[in-house]
């Protein structure tokens, strides 16, 4: 599995990632995310790699996820970690989801009062 990073020149210089599938936009917060695999599959494990920009600058803060399921009120078995590679990208390791259907992807910034989320529907 090869994982490709563009390096900031500086500091808090924000690269958004390539391709990525989520892009959630919230005031001044940008957040863009890719799997890895790039197919989830029921039951199999994948990572995200995320990048996420404030202000046009690269995000300093600390970042956590979940993903539910909210029709049947539960979410993933596993607990995942989360890794930060360079300022403003993380990789979230170890997410698996069991069974087909709707699922919430929650992304929590310190910096911000709320999650921001994401609608996945697993085929």
Known sequence: MTTQIMAATTDDECHQLDSPWISITSGQVTLS???????????EPFSLLVSI?????????????????PLHKHGMNYQTSIIKLEEGRYIIQGSLLHMPGLWRFSFTLDSLPQSLFYNYVLP
């Open 33 to 43: 995310a890719k799997s890895q695999p790039q197919a989830i599959s029921t039951s």
């Open 53 to 69: 920009c404030q202000n046009k600058k690269a995000y300093l803060g600390q970042l956590s996820f979940d993903a539910q399921m």
